[in-house]
C-alpha cells in the first residue's frame, strides 16, 4: 500500500503557474503508474496527467502543452507543473496512485476507477 501527499494548492490569476507536490510513502518500491485527477464542484473527477514508473506520460487534451507530470523518485515525490493556466483549471488537485504492478504500466484511459490509492486533494483556484 502506499499512502499520498498532496501539497502546492493556491490562488492565481489566469496565465499564472502553479506546482503540485505529491509524496508518496509506504510501499514504494515497485511499479506504480502515478497521476493526477481534478474535480470541481457538481462535475466528475477527470484524469489530467499520468507517469508510469519508466518515465512514460500521458496527459488529457485539455492540459496538453501547459502541464508537465514528473516525479523524483529519490524524493518519492511527484510533481504537476502547471503554466497558463485559465479560469476552468479551477478544481480539487487529486494525487493517485495505480498498482503495484510487476513492469512499468499505466492503464490507458486516465480512468479513476483504475486507481486504487488517493491523496486528501489540494485546491487550486484560477481567476479571471
Known amino acids: 500500500q502506499v499512502q499520498l501527499v498532496e501539497s502546492g494548492g493556491g490562488s492565481v490569476q489566469a496565465g499564472g503557474s502553479l506546482r503540485l507536490s505529491c509524496v508518496a510513502s509506504?510501499?514504494?518500491?515497485?511499479?506504480?503508474?502515478m497521476a493526477w485527477f481534478r474535480q470541481a464542484p457538481g462535475k466528475k473527477r477527470e484524469g489530467v496527467a499520468a507517469?508510469?514508473?519508466?518515465?512514460?506520460?500521458t496527459y488529457a487534451n485539455s492540459v496538453k502543452g501547459r502541464f508537465t507530470v514528473f516525479a523524483d523518485n529519490a524524493k518519492n515525490t511527484l510533481y504537476l507543473q502547471m503554466i497558463s493556466l485559465k479560469p476552468d483549471d479551477t478544481s480539487m488537485y487529486y494525487c493517485?496512485?495505480?498498482?503495484?504492478?510487476?513492469?512499468?504500466?499505466?492503464?490507458?484511459?486516465?480512468?479513476?476507477?483504475?486507481?486504487?490509492?488517493w491523496g486528501q486533494g489540494t485546491q487550486v483556484t484560477v481567476s479571471s
Open positions: 493517485a496512485a495505480a498498482g503495484p504492478y510487476w513492469r512499468a504500466y499505466c492503464p490507458r484511459g486516465l480512468s479513476s476507477t483504475d486507481f486504487g490509492y
Open positions: 507517469i508510469g514508473s519508466d518515465g512514460t506520460t
Open positions: 509506504g510501499d514504494t518500491d515497485r511499479h506504480y503508474c
